[in-house]
């Protein structure tokens, strides 16, 4: 796996299970990670093993956001069957998506920032695998989706339920909070195909495994998420699709949220309140 990331003052980096490099020390013509995105998804990124330094491990590096810039944020909902059932809904028969603003990005390692209790008093978070797109596409084939995908990244989404649980139109306010999705630092860029549904994901609260379940049981899978909606509209490099979670947990400040997304990564955040 080579992954894409930037440190915390906005250097983009190349990286390996060894540690990170400055990506211009392997691909001197790209700027950021974004103009790296299209490469990713070709398979073109060179090798960290091609820079004239050693790499510096992730344990020295202080990262920010992977992207500076992230396009589109989509959400799923109901993606795994047993999810809808805890929630008591009925199995959508096609994704049912859900947008997010730009302004619910938290950096890696949060925080998450909960509203006042006057405005929610029950939030969940929710660990995700998300899909970053790599090229510009409309109209995809499932059979293309890893020809268009950059990486894949851990992600906490977060729910305002009671909001949610007042009205079902208030989908998109109770998604939108700031700091309701914390993605990982890394973007994991796989060095050949990676066969996704031996993945599981696990949200885990103040280190207890609170939902765990397996890519194979989502309704929807990636590929099918992606190509669904090339059909409605062009998917962008940065576009980022968060593809549904195993399972919601409450939390409350004070509380330590990880979302574990096997051979792709983890993301860690401490939940405080506004």
């Known amino acids: 796996?080579?992954?894409?990331?930037?440190?915390?003052?906005?250097?983009?980096?190349?990286g390996d299970d060894d540690g990170y490099v400055p990506l211009a020390a392997v691909e001197p013509e790209l700027d950021s990670v974004r103009d790296a995105l299209p490469r990713a998804a070709a398979g073109t990124l060179g090798d960290v093993a091609d820079a004239p330094a050693d790499p510096v491990p992730a344990a020295d590096i202080t990262f920010g956001a992977p992207l500076e810039r992230f396009g589109k944020f989509w959400g799923?909902?109901?993606?795994?069957?047993?999810?809808?059932?805890?929630?008591?809904?009925?199995?959508?028969?096609e994704p049912a998506s859900f947008?997010?603003?730009?302004?619910?990005?938290?950096?890696?390692?949060?925080?998450?920032?909960?509203?006042?209790?006057?405005?929610?008093?029950?939030?969940?978070?929710?660990?995700?695998?998300?899909?970053?797109?790599?090229?510009?596409?409309?109209?995809?084939?499932?059979?293309?989706?890893?020809?268009?995908?950059?990486?894949?990244l851990p992600v906490i989404d977060m729910t305002a339920e009671d909001v949610l649980q007042r009205n079902p139109r208030f989908l998109t306010r109770a998604k939108s909070y700031d700091t309701f999705l914390v993605t990982g630092h890394a973007l994991a860029v796989p060095e050949s195909p990676v066969d996704l549904t031996e993945l599981s994901v696990q949200t885990i609260v103040n280190g207890e495994v609170t939902a765990e379940n397996e890519i194979r049981?989502?309704?929807?899978?990636?590929?099918?998420?992606?190509?669904?909606?090339?059909?409605?509209?062009?998917?962008?490099?940065?576009?980022?699709?968060?593809?549904?979670?195993?399972?919601?947990?409450?939390?409350?400040p004070g509380d330590e949220v990880r979302?574990?997304?096997e051979s792709i990564g983890t993301v860690d955040a401490p939940v405080t309140r506004r």
Do not use: W
């Open 1 to 14: 796996m080579k992954y894409l990331a930037r440190t915390a003052t906005g250097d983009p980096l190349l």
């Open 76 to 93: 799923i909902g109901l993606n795994y069957e047993e999810h809808a059932g805890d929630l008591d809904e009925q199995r959508p028969e």
């Open 99 to 152: 947008m997010k603003p730009p302004s619910v990005l938290a950096a890696p390692g949060g925080p998450i920032r909960l509203p006042p209790t006057s405005q929610s008093e029950r939030v969940t978070a929710e660990a995700e695998l998300a899909v970053v797109m790599g090229r510009t596409c409309r109209g995809v084939d499932e059979a293309d989706f890893e020809d268009v995908v950059a990486g894949f």
């Open 217 to 252: 049981n989502m309704l929807f899978p990636p590929s099918e998420i992606v190509s669904f909606h090339s059909d409605v509209m062009t998917l962008e490099p940065g576009d980022l699709f968060s593809t549904g979670t195993p399972g919601a947990e409450p939390i409350d």
């Open 259 to 261: 979302a574990v997304v």
